[in-house]
């Protein structure tokens, strides 16, 4: 492989190499930086995996989506560490009272966003299911996405605009721009989304994601008071119940957990990392 990775940097001569954070990239990364070739790594998680722990050593730049990562780097002597935050589409602020209309929802009523990404979350479903059943439902409007995988099984509880589901929303900037909470996985991009959005969150790790890095993610929300982590083997519906019951009977808790999600939030991510590409590679 290193023979492989050698032709293909001769024949591309590249201006800068930057890593996303997979395995496969170390190689590449590291064989660049050996030649002198300026170099950065992308870590968006709170816990870095470990090719971005072991090239953060060597690399020119290390660009964190999460502040957390910071504590488990060991930089090289000439490595610059920022916080760029994750890329993602900025918040349109004037998206909400577009998507209200479309959607034929009550402006004086809170809506309970429900998404576990494009593919789905099982358990989340199945325990929005059981929650539609008690009188809990009635205190939000729900958008709920179910994944393509699931979506024929609770296609059934479409019920505008009481309930409205989706398999998934691309984009999905109108479910976020009228969300007043949200029960979500704990990737980064959706970490970052609903940061951008500032909308407060219940966030429940997927326990099969690898090295189990949605964790740390929900944690770190957690500890910065914009979230809730619940863990999945804590995930009923009685539990679910009991946590959105205790936001509902605290405002101030919600307007806190919103102001610490804009806090984390950084919009222009983008910008920041295109930015770097261009000193790096200028």
Not at 9 to 26: F, K
Not at 56 to 66: D, Y
Not at 83 to 106: K, N, Q, Y
Not at 240 to 256: N, Q, T
Request: overall charge neutral; hydrophobic content about 45%.
């Amino acid at each position: 492989m290193v023979r492989e990775v050698r032709d293909v940097l001769d024949a591309e001569r590249p201006a800068l190499v930057i890593g996303t954070g997979g395995y496969a990239s170390g190689p590449v990364v590291w064989l660049a930086a050996r030649r002198g070739i300026p170099t950065a790594v992308l870590e968006l998680n709170a816990f870095p995996g470990l090719a971005v722990r072991r090239l953060a050593r060597n690399v020119r730049e290390v660009w964190l989506g999460s502040p957390e990562a910071r504590a488990h780097l060991r930089p090289g002597r000439n490595t610059v560490i920022l916080e760029t935050g994750v890329p993602i589409v900025a918040p349109d602020p004037e998206l909400r009272a577009r998507t209200m209309s479309g959607f034929d929802l009550d402006p004086e009523r809170g809506t309970l966003l429900v998404t576990g990404g494009s593919q789905g979350a099982q358990a989340l479903n199945e325990a929005i299911a059981r929650l539609l059943e008690t009188d809990l439902a009635e205190a939000f409007q729900i958008i709920w996405l179910t994944g393509k995988a699931g979506f024929a099984r609770f296609r059934h509880f479409h019920r505008p605009p009481e309930v409205r589901v989706y398999d998934f929303l691309d984009p999905i900037a109108p479910a976020y721009s009228v969300a007043d909470l949200a029960i979500t996985r704990a990737g980064m991009m959706t970490v970052a989304e609903v940061c951008a959005w500032g909308i407060p969150s219940i966030m429940v790790p997927l326990p099969s994601a690898a090295a189990d890095h949605q964790t740390p993610n929900a944690r770190a929300m957690a500890e910065a008071g914009a979230a809730i982590h619940l863990p999945q083997s804590e995930l009923t519906p009685d539990r679910l119940a009991e946590v959105i019951s205790e936001l509902l009977a605290s405002p101030d808790r919600l307007v806190a957990m919103r102001r610490a999600a804009l806090a984390r939030a950084k919009p222009d991510a983008t910008q920041a990392i295109l930015t770097r590409i261009g000193v790096l590679s200028g």
